[in-house]
């Protein structure tokens, strides 16, 4: 069974940056293209970014697309969210996932979850 485990969120100023990072067991880690998305209080779990199973192609959420960048690496089996210019709106609880489906922006083509890593961004 896969698992997904995520790192690096905490508590951060406007207009600083933090790199979020999420593990994979299991040897199809490079097979699956990865998401990450995020879930503020209150409000619906929602698509931030994902990468391509070769990490060639990214696809972005119009709001992070130039603060945001999503990357992987393979032979470590980690993907990256690095964010750069956060601001109170980017406050939430971030999930990276793996789909078969390749750059997808929606949840229910994601098979394997994390638990969640918080980020909070004070004003």
């Known amino acids: 069974q896969k698992q997904l485990v995520e790192s690096g969120g905490g508590l951060v100023q406007a207009g600083g940056s933090l790199r979020l990072s999420c593990a994979a067991s299991?040897?199809?880690?490079?097979?699956?293209?990865m998401g990450w998305f995020r879930q503020a209080p209150g409000k619906e779990r929602k698509f931030v970014a994902a990468v391509t199973s070769s990490g060639g192609s990214t696809y972005y959420e119009d709001s992070v697309k130039g603060r945001f960048t999503i990357s992987r690496d393979n032979a470590k089996n980690t993907v990256y969210l690095q964010m750069n210019s956060l601001k109170p709106e980017d406050t939430a609880v971030y999930y990276c996932?793996?789909?078969?489906?390749?750059?997808?922006?929606?949840?229910?083509?994601?098979?394997?979850w994390g638990q969640g890593t918080q980020v909070t961004v004070s004003s």
């Open positions: 299991g040897r199809t880690f490079s097979n699956l293209s």
């Open positions: 996932a793996a789909s078969r489906l390749q750059l997808s922006a929606l949840q229910y083509n994601y098979v394997y």
